[in-house]
């Protein structure tokens, strides 16, 4: 069955650094898009960033541009997500998934536990 295992977070101050991980399982990892999605207290879950099955595309929502990375490394099964400059809007639980393609992502029908950021002085 499909695990999604995310790791990575904590507690950074303002422009601070954080480099998130997302463990994989239980499907061909690189026949899918991978993503990361961001839910904050009070506000519906979010999409952060996409990347291809090869990883050569990616999408960003235009509050993290500039900002965070995503990467995949196919041989691990293993989705990251680097987040530079990070401000109190970035503090929200990360979760990843997956999808056929960076532009038909549907609706996801498995989240794993998520990894909590908290970015506060």
């Known amino acids: 069955q499909v695990q999604l295992v995310e790791s990575g977070g904590g507690l950074v101050q303002p422009g601070g650094s954080l480099r998130l991980s997302c463990v994989a399982s239980?499907?061909?990892?690189?026949?899918?898009?991978m993503s990361w999605f961001r839910q904050a207290p009070g506000k519906e879950r979010e999409l952060v960033a996409v990347i291809s099955m090869t990883g050569g595309s990616t999408r960003y929502t235009d509050s993290v541009k500039g900002r965070f990375t995503i990467s995949r490394d196919n041989a691990k099964n293993t989705v990251h997500l680097q987040m530079n400059s990070l401000n109190s809007e970035d503090t929200a639980v990360y979760y990843c998934?997956?999808?056929?393609?960076?532009?038909?992502?549907?609706?996801?029908?498995?989240w794993g536990q998520g990894t909590q950021v908290t970015v506060s002085s």
């Open positions: 239980g499907f061909a990892f690189s026949s899918y898009a």
């Open positions: 998934n997956k999808h056929r393609g960076i532009f038909a992502l549907g609706s996801p029908g498995y």
